[in-house]
């Protein structure tokens, strides 16, 4: 719908609020499934614009708060914006700290409700990525090479924050590929890992993942790296 014709349909329901079926136009306006997506604690809300006008007419209100807390404090680069999004990484930075997000919506003149996610905690619902992984060979062993996703995060000093910070740990699997058998040979925080004993002349896959202890959760797995043993 275009917005000459979505603001059209805005004032009619203004206008004749006494039609069959018509919703009063704040509740019509309000934004729609309002909720955070996070990835490696990258948090960004997103939604979904209300029944009365679904292309990108309206403008958009962010605000946000901890869990317990009263008042809610505006976003203020995401302050009458038209996106569908808005990027709350800053404002949710104590991952252990549940936060909520809402937004409303203003058409001509006329303001929505206030919509509202659901209770949100960036340690419990972040996806992980995969570490990326380079491998070579030396003297009859292989050295994987791990590199943790990127985080938004600082230190005091300034300094990238890791995933070790976290509690989050690597994986290291290998599949022989004659056997099709797969073992775990490393679970830790170290950045390279060696693997020995090969078996000469033989096919190994190997892949990684990050993984939480203390959730016993997984990030998705790496894409396998192959390689034939000396």
Aim: hydrophobic share 30%; glycine share 6%; aromatic share 12%.
């Amino acid at each position: 719908m275009t917005p000459k014709y979505c603001f059209l349909g805005f004032l009619i329901g203004v206008l004749l609020p006494g039609v069959v079926g018509a919703q009063p136009a704040h509740e019509s306006l309000k934004p729609q499934r309002v909720r955070f997506q996070s990835q490696n604690f990258h948090n960004i809300l997103h939604w979904q614009p209300g029944r009365a006008c679904p292309g990108n007419s309206s403008v958009y209100f962010v605000q946000y708060k901890t869990y317990g807390q009263r008042q809610w404090k505006n976003k203020e680069d995401c302050w009458g914006i038209r996106e569908f999004f808005c990027d709350l990484t800053n404002e949710t930075s104590d991952i252990w700290e549940p936060y909520y997000g809402r937004v409303r919506t203003t058409l001509a003149g006329v303001h929505s409700g206030w919509t509202v996610t659901q209770r949100f905690s960036p340690w419990w619902e972040t996806k992980i990525d995969p570490p990326v992984m380079n491998i070579t060979q030396v003297n009859g062993s292989l050295l994987v090479n791990l590199h943790a996703p990127n985080l938004p995060y600082r230190d005091q000093k300034r300094k990238n924050v890791s995933m070790e910070y976290y509690g989050l740990v690597y994986r290291v699997f290998v599949i022989n590929s004659s056997l099709e058998k797969e073992q775990k040979v490393y679970e830790g925080a170290h950045r390279v890992v060696e693997i020995e004993a090969l078996t000469p002349h033989t096919g190994y896959c190997i892949v990684a993942e990050m993984y939480q202890p203390t959730l016993d959760r997984r990030s998705q797995r790496s894409q396998e790296r192959c390689v034939e043993s000396p």
